[in-house]
């Protein structure tokens, strides 16, 4: 099977905060406004539906010198689907997104699939995962989750959704905090 990309070497004392889902009206603009007071980029994994839908939020994340990576244009469930259905939804995608990265909507990916999708993307998962969108997880225990395992190098998932919004809206600023207090620098992926 193809690499999947889980952290980042550990030099320059760099993390790499990433998004999931969006852009999402309101949520997508709080964040970037967030990430701007400490100077700090991020990785968008948008679904190109939603990109389609709201251009201007897509364009306001390039603009801010963030990243945006491909995580499909429907957020599909790629293992129960096929290989050449899979492949055209984020190829589709593709054409709105424009870009060489690539997450599969729930961490989850079959070997044909990672190994068609490497052809042409970098396949980027994380080390940390918050669990925002997780309605049984309290906000405190989503800052937990990413205070207590994040190190140089590692990739921290976060959601720009609705559904992510109540804990993700606690946990970012206070996690950004952290970073800045630990000489952590919130960079965007480059593969």
């Known amino acids: 099977m193809p ?17 999931d889902d969006g852009p999402t009206p309101g949520i997508t603009e709080w964040i970037i406004e967030e990430l701007a007071k400490y100077d700090a980029k991020a990785t968008f994994f948008c679904l190109g539906k939603n990109a389609e839908q709201y251009p201007d939020l897509h364009k306001l994340i390039v603009d801010n010198g963030h990243k945006v990576g491909n995580h499909t244009y429907s957020h599909q469930k790629g293992w129960s689907m096929s290989l050449e259905r899979y492949i055209e939804d984020v190829e589709f995608a593709n054409s709105i997104l424009h870009t060489d990265l690539f997450r599969p909507p729930y961490g989850r990916i079959t070997p044909s699939q990672a190994h068609r999708l490497s052809e042409h993307y970098n396949l980027i998962m994380w080390d940390v995962l918050s669990r925002d969108y ?39 600023p206070r996690t950004l905090k952290f970073l800045h207090e630990k000489g952590l620098k919130c960079q965007v992926l480059e593969i």
């Open 134 to 172: 997780s309605q049984i997880v309290s906000p405190k225990t989503c800052l937990r989750n990413v205070t207590k395992y994040v190190k140089s190098g590692s990739i921290v998932v976060f959601h720009d959704s609705y559904k992510s919004y109540r804990n993700m809206r606690y946990a970012l």
């Open 3 to 19: 690499s999947l990309i889980w952290d980042m070497p550990e030099e320059d004392n760099c993390v790499y905060l990433t998004f």
